[in-house]
């Protein structure tokens, strides 16, 4: 099998990148760029930094600053205009994985047109779009390095996956000084959900050499680290390692694939305005518990990068651990359930039928190292309800 690799073209990595804005703009040949953002990164200073950068280098630059947890359909019609309106010639997404996959789009749909359910999976998008900046500021979604914008449909609430080269930003900002304001419970879901995504990665049937490496160099970094920032955020060796461990997982899976547990994590959050992180994180133990069975081998060599358990472990024994620290994370992590969550169990067990379909529908669920089938996925979402 021949991988198709896609990287980003040019990376800043290493504590004050953010501060080199300016002679990466016109290192890529940029001049007008617009700044996609949230309210909150307003008043952190992040937008004043990178704003200065930018005038240094003498470029006009703008700010849109309308981004939305989750980002939706509608939420992106301003964000088109302002592109336009700035005639920006380049994109710099500033934030969670929300800001970086609402720059994508916009950079798409302000280049083609359209509507963004037209650039839903399973269609791949390689065509041509505003290039994108991005500038992570959680150690999760790995975002900043994939081919992949997620977006709601407002009209469906159907969480859509958009995916293709045409969402690869062509430069990366990897700063981990960004992280260290990160309360507990967002540090907690963004890093269990960069630990997803290196375990997806690593056992998806779409795993190649090339990811694999990142994949088990990302679950190496996370294992030591993670329970670290969420005790102490203020752990700056331990908040480089989740960043550089976050951007690993995203080349990882965005050269290979997700798996299930995004699959059925999408839905949750559509429906239930779960943020992405925690609902995989809600997912995790127990999807990975149905799918060992099928590659207890890969799934026993991320136990072994974890740290928890020796190299001469068995397969078996190895797989089985992993199951069981997924489960202790989630724990030691306080990791809400649904109903903890808050989420009405009626109108949960509603919705299973639809998010199931929903789920299966995304192709992630193929990708799985165990296929499940709509009631398979069903029992799923009923177990990890309480």
């Given at each position: ?87 920006a010639d380049i994109i ?24 963004m359910r037209d650039f ?267």
């Amino acid at each position: 099998m021949v991988a198709n690799i896609a990287l980003p073209r040019v990376m800043k990595v290493g504590r004050g990148a953010v501060n080199q804005v300016g002679p990466l703009l016109e290192e890529l040949g940029a001049t007008r760029p617009l700044i996609v953002t949230d309210s909150f990164m307003l008043t952190t200073g992040s937008v004043d930094s990178i704003m200065n950068s930018i005038q240094r280098s003498g470029f006009e630059a703008a700010v849109f600053s309308g981004v939305v947890p989750d980002p939706t359909t509608a939420s992106l019609t301003e964000g088109v205009a302002a592109v336009q309106d700035h005639e920006a010639d380049i994109i710099i997404g500033l934030g969670g994985g929300s800001a970086i996959d609402t720059a994508k789009a916009l950079g798409l749909l302000s280049h083609q047109g359209g509507q963004m359910r037209d650039f839903k999976a399973p269609r791949n998008n390689n065509g041509p779009s505003v290039r994108v900046v991005a500038i992570p500021t959680t150690a999760g979604s790995g975002s900043e390095a994939t081919q992949f914008s997620i977006i709601s449909d407002s009209e469906t609430r159907e969480k859509m996956l958009c995916a293709g080269i045409s969402f690869l930003p062509v430069a990366a900002v990897i700063d981990y000084e960004l992280t260290l304001s990160m309360p507990p419970r967002l540090t907690a879901d963004t890093g269990i959900d960069a630990l997803t995504h290196a375990i997806e990665a690593y056992v998806s049937r779409k795993a190649n050499s090339f990811s694999e490496a990142f994949a088990l160099s990302a679950i190496r970094a996370i294992g030591p680290n993670l329970r670290r920032v969420y005790a102490d955020g203020s752990n700056a060796k331990a908040r480089e390692a989740m960043m550089l461990a976050s951007t690993q997982a995203g080349i990882a899976f965005s050269n290979s694939s997700v798996a299930l547990v995004h699959g059925m994590s999408r839905p949750i959050g559509a429906h239930f305005h779960v943020a992405h992180g925690l609902a995989n994180a809600m997912l995790f133990p127990s999807v990975t518990e149905f799918s060992v069975s099928a590659a207890a081998p890969r799934y026993a060599d991320c136990a072994r990068a974890l740290g928890i358990v020796s190299s001469s472990s068995s397969d078996q024994y190895a797989a089985e651990s992993l199951v069981a620290e997924l489960h202790a994370l989630n724990r030691d992590l306080e990791v809400p359930t649904p109903k903890a969550f808050g989420i009405d169990r009626a109108a949960w067990e509603e919705k299973i039928p639809l998010m199931a379909e929903q789920a299966l529908a995304s192709g992630s669920p193929g990708n799985n190292p165990l296929v499940p089938d709509a009631e398979q996925i069903q029992a799923i979402y009923k177990e990890i309800y309480a």
